[in-house]
């Protein structure tokens, strides 16, 4: 059995929820905030046998796209303002970060 955390941007979360449910993996969704962008993530723990995780994989795959977004830049507090870029970047967002993890027991209660 393995347990696997994926982190995806919100706007994938609902699209990727749906096809968890259509797929028939269950799922616990937490609410996270990413530490670069400072903007809302989802965080899924999907318990599997060993044998689905390459499908659930795939689910997270198709459901999960990057993109690219133009952010305003934070404004370095109390650090060095040497490196502050002042006008908006484009960077890359969306897709998913997963971790696959194995369970060495799994109780129900």
């Known amino acids: 059995m393995k347990l696997i955390m ?16 259509k797929e028939n993996f269950q799922a616990t969704k937490l609410a996270s905030t ?7 993530n989802t965080t899924f723990l999907i318990g599997v046998d060993d044998a689905r995780v390459p499908q659930l ?8 796209k990057s993109r690219n977004q133009m952010v305003a830049p934070i404004s370095p507090m109390g650090g060095s303002a040497d490196s502050y870029i002042p ?3 484009e960077v890359e967002v969306g897709g998913a970060t ?3 993890l194995k369970v060495d027991d799994f109780k129900q209660f």
Not at 6 to 21: F, G, M, P, T
Not at 34 to 40: D, E, P, V
Not at 57 to 64: H, T, Y
């Open 98 to 100: 997963v971790f696959v």
């Open 57 to 64: 994989l795939d689910v997270i795959k198709e459901n999960c």
């Open 34 to 40: 990413g530490g670069f962008l400072r903007s809302g």
């Open 87 to 89: 006008h908006p970047v």
């Open 6 to 21: 994926a982190v995806v941007q919100d706007k994938d979360s609902n699209r990727l929820s749906q096809a968890l449910i």
